[in-house]
DNA sequence: TGATATTGCTATTGCCAATAGCATTTCTTA
DNA sequence: TAAGAAATGCTATTGGCAATAGCAATATCA
């Protein structure tokens, strides 16, 4: 069975993300939290009322995806708005959200570090080089 | 404003990839194809007859996700179903799946090529090697 | 002040992955 | 060879995430 794909550099980082994904999503499901509820705790955690547009621009996530995303962490009282203008209002994380981050980070820690290792140690330190070249890359298009 | 998350390799693997996908997917649109139908089509292109469940196993989709796909590639005749035993049925690519396929691959190869040289140039050789090795380890666990 | 931009939002759509379960066929092995 | 196990293709459903279009309120700038 040939495997014509595995020479796309585009496919195979599709797929490796995909299954990268998975995996941290598994070890975050006893949270009851998604990938994407993290990054925003962890960009609010060392970005105080950063609003809700600039946390999308950081994230590449529209301002109409960021509604439902932060609308779940404000249930659960992870995060708290207050506001900074008329129209904008700062993000902040609550003693609650802090607290949670805490045991969650470990988790994140943990999926990286593996990440890391699953690779040949001469190439690991081109791995955020190359993938940080790649996201400036694509992003600013 | 302070991005914590560059750091985070498997973040930027995320964020790289679904970048990568929606600038191909822009490109595929005029096609009618997502990069998924592309993926099958090109697995079917270089393994006539390949099962539906195989192909699966290699584009890493599970069979109860496999049908839809399958399902809209027949409707659109770019690929036919040929019976290989009393449960099991090899993919082809019909002629006009060939034939799109051969005008897709254009966009495909530019898509690739857009994304090697937007890497430093001494990076390029470990690209690959780097992001099938993460693949591989992924999806062994 | 009047035009323009920004912010947060509603509503909708589509793709993709995960899960549970089912009937049919094939394989294994005792 | 008969019985249990596995594989194949499928239905049905759920949830997450991204894209798009449009709106009201507010802020900015010429």
Chains 1, 2 share one sequence.
Not at 29 to 49: C, M, Q, T, Y
Not at 62 to 85: C, F, G, H, T, W
Not at 101 to 128: M, N, T
Request: overall charge positive; proline content about 6%; hydrophobic content about 45%.
């Amino acid at each position: 069975m040939i495997d014509p794909l595995s020479s796309l550099p585009g496919y195979v980082l599709s797929r490796a993300a995909a299954a990268s994904l998975t995996e941290l999503n598994r070890g975050l499901a006893k949270f009851g939290l998604r990938h994407s509820d993290v990054s925003l705790l962890i960009l609010v955690e060392v970005n105080p009322k950063l609003t809700q547009s600039d946390a999308g621009k950081l994230l590449d996530i529209q301002r109409a995806n960021m509604v439902p995303l932060v609308a779940r962490l404000l249930d659960r009282s992870l995060i708290s708005k207050e506001p900074v203008d008329g129209r904008s209002q700062g993000l902040l994380l609550t003693g609650k959200g802090k607290k949670l981050l805490r045991e969650v980070k470990a988790v994140v820690d943990h999926h990286e570090r593996e990440l890391e290792l699953s690779i040949p140690e001469r190439l690991r330190p081109h791995l955020l080089p190359i993938l940080n070249a790649l996201w400036d890359s694509i992003r600013s298009k």
